[in-house]
């Protein structure tokens, strides 16, 4: 099995990047952000304050997450039988996610449930730890990141385009805020892994940046894109 880590901070392009290069060499793509961000928005639906170890772990019992994809390979959040693929997405549930990801029992709960994705498929991943902690061992480890300028005005977009009515510094103020308490926490901190190779895409287009990880991949692994085969 071929695995490839993609980590960095929040919107440097890890979910769009991996995207496409899961469809051009035809791995699974999994977006780990995506699992904590449906224990967020667990514990936040049972008025449960997010930054309470105790009280997020007590609720883990009663959680069944299910990761599953559609027809489309599309990866969709299932919460004890309910698709919560987009609830998870809201700027609130951002936090939540990182309120819960800084709790080390919370990472060990869903360190198997990553892992045995990687022993199945090959995966391209994308988080925060997965080349220092999930996959160590994984063939391919980029640490994808931008200015936070550039992030931010990314992630202002998708929003806007999804009709949330939020202001571009609210963004960015928010984004810094998460960033920097993924980074700053004890449990798996954000961090590039010692063998990753860091990419700065603040002034690369999304094509350019697919094409370099894409580029990381035929060289580190020798797969050829699925349409060159
Ligand atoms: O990638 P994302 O923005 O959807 O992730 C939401 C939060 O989840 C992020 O602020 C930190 C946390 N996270 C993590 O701690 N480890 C991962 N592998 C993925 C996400």
């Known amino acids: 099995m071929i695995s490839i880590a993609l980590d960095g901070p929040s919107g440097a392009g890890k979910s769009t990047v991996a995207k496409k290069c899961a469809e051009r060499f035809g791995f699974r793509y999994v977006d780990t952000g995506a699992i904590y961000r ?7 639906n049972r008025g449960i304050d997010t930054k309470n170890s105790a009280a997020v772990v007590s ?6 997450i299910d990761l599953s994809y559609n027809e489309s390979g599309e990866q969709r959040m299932i919460l004890n039988g309910s698709d919560v ?12 996610a990182s309120n819960v990801s800084a709790i080390a029992a919370v990472r060990d709960y869903l360190t198997d449930m990553q892992r045995n994705m990687a022993k199945k498929y090959d ?20 640490f994808l990141t931008a ?31 998460r ?51």
Do not use: H, W
């Not at 992030?151 to 571009?168: N, Q, V």
């Open 38 to 44: 449906t224990i967020g928005l667990a514990a936040f």
């Open 59 to 64: 609720m883990l019992p009663e959680l069944d």
């Open 85 to 96: 693929s987009e609830e998870i997405r809201s700027p609130e549930i951002s936090m939540c």
């Open 123 to 142: 995966v391209i991943m994308d988080g925060r730890d997965i080349g220092t902690v999930i996959l160590p061992n994984a063939d391919v480890k980029v």
């Open 147 to 177: 200015s936070a300028d550039a992030r931010a005005a990314r992630r202002y977009k998708e929003l806007i385009k999804k009709g949330r009515e939020i202001s571009f510094n609210e963004v960015l103020s928010d984004m810094k805020l």
């Open 179 to 229: 960033d920097e308490q993924d980074t700053k926490r004890a449990a798996a901190p954000l961090k590039a892994a010692e063998d990753a190779v860091y990419l700065d895409t603040s002034d690369m287009s999304f094509d350019e940046s697919v094409d370099a990880v894409a580029k990381l991949i035929i060289e580190k692994t020798g797969r050829v894109p699925v349409m060159e085969r």
